[in-house]
């Protein structure tokens, strides 16, 4: 028989084989046990094994149905650990079998004759680690052909191994990152949406490309539930290296456009994901990295990325910080624009046309147009500061009578068309229309208009009966007719006749003049001390009147911000020696005009004497300060607000400088206008703070007031907070600071610490906050009013789910049941007394809880939140009411005046701090009055011409280099 015959005869044979195993399988089929399950169950089955092999993946385990994969997905600690274990477990394996040949291996090199266990261990180590013969030799033929398959497997092994790490040597490990926030910004009126991805190795990524879909869940009629996956076109450059901002444009055809439109409804479960691959420049390999963001929680709109890259001050290479690639910033007008921004001249020609229009004034009430400065003409963006004497007297007269006004604030050297129509069609014999103003609108829209300040106060006194009473005064109290009626006149004589060169100081005739007005001064301030000697004020009664008001006012500019400032210091310190009554009456004045006047004392200060010195009296220019016109300079330069912002923080952090003074300090809590606009000021905002300043004022405490950010507090303040009470977990406001002569000082915090504190220094404060018999005590259902009112907000339902959820419902009807409890202990009081102490005038115990009413009642409830429920309250709980209107009056000065602004800046405080459920139900108008405080930060001069050059906005992103 030929060789090919047996050869043929065998495949036949081992092909019949075949085709009987494969006929048993099918004829048989209950041997296989997977056979007796249905098509489903091997569906599932499937499913979990994969289910399995993910988690294995997940928890790091190796997948033995994948070993090479499983091995190069692991992390490096994972995969050597693997390695190690497994070059253990094989020779521990074979160590075992070799141990019945034990006694054939020569192991006298290595002095292992008498340990066999060992013998083998070091036998089968040797051959599987260096795949060859060592120390330990074989005497026998079966130890030699188990050295030799122990080669085989270290072979096997050592090759496995040596691919793994070799290829995950290979293979490039990416240090791209994308940034945890995408955010939308608007490029010359386009909106873009732009996600941040940063190569912190900072080489070059040649040919990049990505790709970005929104993910929508989507539901058909049919039932079917899938992910709608639509593309955002993206256009990448050829190379990018550092820091790079990926931009999809949101047009007409883009798919975010409807999102865009509405984005808080829209924005909901939807995704974006975004994949990148590029070329590495020194791997010469593909990177690749993948991110999701959910619109609603990770993409900030009308946001834009801080600028992450900054030069070297030596070097002046540039240098990334990563750490900056997720954060973002509110979106400013486009800097340098001329289509979207206007120059500084151009928005403060806008400006003014826009204070020439006569301001809205709807609600029916009494208006105050007091006379302000700027504190920088040239700059749009400085506020206005309340400057004029003559306004100011006529605010503390209203203040102090408790007439209920606003205060509008008109620039007295761009007096607004609308104020000068109005004042000379009802004083038309006027020569100019000064300040200040005041303004009626009746409940049918008609409006009068009373102007200069005596007559602004004798038409509130006309209106108002008991202010005229208020601010009456009684017998022996300053009469008209005496020298302080010519203080005016008197303070004129002598700033135009001060000397001012060395001629003037050797001019006899001059020196004369100067001596005879300082002389006519004296004169006018000597009946005040005469009246004084016998009275607390110059009204003659214990409370200052109209004529204290009058006269504080022309002494508190002509004596502190003229003399004492600048003019002649010793005329000023012989002025307090020779009137010790009227300085001591000019210190507890003072506290009692806050809010008539300037908080900013010394801006104050420096823009009224360039005011006046300039227009009225040139020859003393060369006295003037330089640091007065170096303040106002200041305001009016161009600093980039970044810069600004940190310049302003790092300010705040260090300890005020009017600190170093004796006297109370009150640290107030407050909220800037705009956290990212340096030039915003900060509005008086925290009901703690309003506690205790509005019984320091009530209580006539001569102190100063200190805005402090809550936002971002000072870390002075944090300082001495923790100092003092070193038990707090965190500092919070009010406090107050009391310097004493020596120049040490005493830090207490915590609203009702600091009122304890004034009453312990200044005795007859308690007597005037204590409470009589009869009065609101502690322990009542009152005292729960914090907690009750965060009760009733964040019970409050926001969607349909809650107003249909039973249990919610209770919930929300109990906390309003318990807000109501709190509030008759309060009804009960006022029902037999005028306020909460049980006396005619408020005390302690009212301004507590009016300022938890004022901030739960007026500025949530009533405001937004519970419009019907703040109803029924003032509804049930009249004399409540009654009692919260009268209290208003008390307040002025302790809070801020600009009440929309405050409302607005509380809520959105609230709802991103405390109650962030609520954040649906919150009144557009809020956020839309703080972003129009956000301002611009253009530049004065031409636009630049680089930015001139494209008519449209680059289709790409941002690349930011690192070299």
């Not at 100019?432 to 103003?437: D, E, H």
């Not at 000023?572 to 300085?583: G, H, I, K, M, Y």
Request: charged share 25%; with cysteine.
């Amino acid at each position: 028989m030929g060789g090919g015959e047996g050869k043929g005869r065998f495949r036949k044979a081992v092909a019949k084989t075949t085709l009987l195993r494969q006929m048993s399988s099918k004829v048989l089929p209950l041997t296989n046990p997977e056979a007796r399950l249905s098509s489903e169950d091997l569906r599932r089955k499937k499913q979990g094994s994969m289910r399995a092999q993910i988690k294995q993946r997940a928890t790091g385990r190796v997948q033995v149905t994948d070993l090479y994969f499983s091995m190069l997905d692991m992390s490096w600690g994972t995969m050597l650990s693997y390695c190690v274990l497994a070059y253990v477990c094989t020779v521990a394996l074979w160590a075992c079998v070799t141990l019945a040949a034990a006694n054939d291996i020569d192991g006298s090199a290595l002095s292992l004759s008498d340990k066999p266990f060992v013998r083998s261990l070091a036998f089968a180590c040797e051959n599987i680690v260096t795949m060859g013969w060592g120390q330990m030799e074989p005497r026998s033929g079966t130890a030699f052909a188990l050295g030799v398959l122990q080669h085989l497997t270290g072979l096997a092994l050592n090759v496995l191994v040596f691919a793994i790490v070799c290829t995950k040597f290979q293979h490039p490990q990416s240090q791209l990152v994308f940034g945890d926030r995408a955010c939308i910004v608007k490029r010359r009126g386009v909106p873009y949406l732009l996600i941040r991805l940063g190569n912190k190795r900072c080489n070059l990524i040649y040919h990049p490309d990505a790709k970005l879909s929104l993910l929508t869940p989507v539901s058909t009629p049919e039932g079917e539930s899938y992910v709608r996956n639509e593309h955002l076109e993206v256009s990448m450059p050829g190379v990018i290296t550092g820091i790079y901002s990926i931009a999809h444009r949101i047009d007409d055809n883009s798919p975010l456009k409807p999102v865009l439109d509405d984005w808080e409804k829209n924005s909901a479960r939807k995704n974006i994901t975004v994949t990148f691959v590029g070329r590495d420049g020194v791997f010469h390999d593909d990177l690749h990295c993948i991110k999701r963001y959910s619109l609603s929680d990770d993409v900030v709109v009308d946001h834009r990325f801080v600028d992450a890259t900054t030069f070297d001050e030596k070097t002046g290479k540039p240098k990334i910080d990563f750490d900056k690639i997720s954060q973002v910033v509110p979106l400013s007008k486009p800097r340098r624009s001329r289509e979207f921004a206007a120059t500084r001249a151009a928005r403060l020609a806008k400006l003014h046309a826009s204070l020439d229009k006569e301001p809205p004034m709807e609600k029916p009430g009494l208006y105050l147009v007091y006379g302000a400065l700027r504190r920088n003409e040239e700059n749009p963006d400085q506020p206005l500061e309340m400057t004029c004497s003559f306004s100011a007297f006529a605010s503390m007269c209203l203040r102090q009578a408790g007439v209920p006004h606003e205060t509008i604030l008109a620039d007295t050297h761009h007096k607004p068309q609308w104020y000068e129509k109005r004042w000379f069609k009802e004083l038309p014999e006027s020569k100019s229309a000064t300040f200040p103003a005041i303004i009626r609108v009746s409940d049918d829209g008609t409006s009068e208009f009373v102007g200069d300040s005596a007559a602004v106060v004798d038409a509130a006194c006309r209106w108002y009966p008991d202010a005229a009473e208020k601010l009456a005064s009684a017998a022996g109290g300053l009469a008209e007719g005496t020298a302080a009626d010519g203080c005016m006149g008197a303070w004129w004589a002598v700033c135009s006749s001060a000397p001012v060169t060395i001629e003037d100081h050797r001019d006899a005739e001059k020196r004369r003049a100067y001596a005879e007005a300082r002389e006519k001064w004296k004169g006018c301030v000597r009946p005040l001390e005469d009246v004084l000697e016998k009275h607390a004020f110059l009204s003659g009664r214990d409370t200052p009147g109209r004529v204290d008001f009058k006269q504080f006012s022309f002494l508190r500019f002509a004596h502190d911000y003229v003399f004492a400032a600048w003019l002649d210091a010793e005329f000023a310190a012989e002025l307090d020696a020779s009137f010790p009554r009227v300085a001591d009456w000019r210190g507890r004045m003072a506290p009692l005009v806050r809010g008539a006047v300037s908080d900013d004392t010394e801006t104050a200060v420096a823009i009224t004497n360039l005011h006046l010195i300039n227009r009225f009296f040139p020859q003393c220019v060369p006295l003037l300060p330089k640091r007065y016109q170096e303040l106002v300079d200041a305001y009016g330069k161009h600093v980039p607000r970044e810069q600004r912002l940190e310049q302003l923080h790092a300010e705040l952090d260090a300890e005020p400088v009017m600190m170093t003074k004796p006297g109370v300090y009150l640290i107030y809590g407050g909220l800037r206008r705009h956290d990212s606009n340096p030039d915003q000021p900060i509005e008086q905002c925290c009901a703690f703070s309003a506690f205790a300043a509005a019984c320091l004022r009530h209580a006539n405490i001569p102190y100063e007031t200190i805005l402090g950010d809550m936002h971002r507090k000072p870390a002075w303040f944090e300082k001495r907070w923790f100092a003092a009470l070193p038990e707090s977990k965190s500092a919070t406001y009010p406090a107050v600071v009391r310097v004493l002569e020596d120049g040490t000082s005493e830090f207490v915090g915590d609203s009702a610490a600091v009122v304890d504190a004034a009453c312990k220094w200044y005795p007859e404060a308690a007597a005037t906050l204590a409470s009589a018999e009869g009065a609101l005590t502690d322990g009542t259902a009152a005292d729960g009013m914090m907690g009750s009112w965060f009760g009733v907000a964040s019970t409050s339902p926001t969607c349909i789910e809650d107003h249909r959820d039973a249990e919610k419902r209770k919930a929300h009807a109990d906390a309003k049941e318990k807000w109501r409890d709190c509030l008759r202990p309060l009804e009960d009081v006022l029902a037999k007394h005028a306020y909460l102490c049980g006396r005619d005038e408020p005390g302690r115990v009212d301004f507590k809880h009016y300022s938890f009413l004022r901030l739960a009642h007026d500025q949530v409830f009533e405001a937004w939140l519970e419009t019907a429920f703040a109803k029924e309250i003032d509804e049930t709980f009249p004399r409540v009411t009654d009692w919260r209107a009268r209290m208003a009056t008390h307040m002025r000065g302790a809070v801020s005046d600009a009440e929309d602004v405050t409302c607005a800046l509380m809520n959105l405080h609230l709802t991103s701090h405390y109650f962030t459920k609520l954040a649906p139900l919150m009144p557009k108008r809020y956020q839309a009055l703080i972003d129009s405080f956000a301002g611009g930060d253009e530049e004065d001069g031409d636009d630049d011409d680089e930015e001139e050059a494209s008519d449209s906005p680059p289709a790409g992103g941002t690349i930011q280099f690192c070299l």
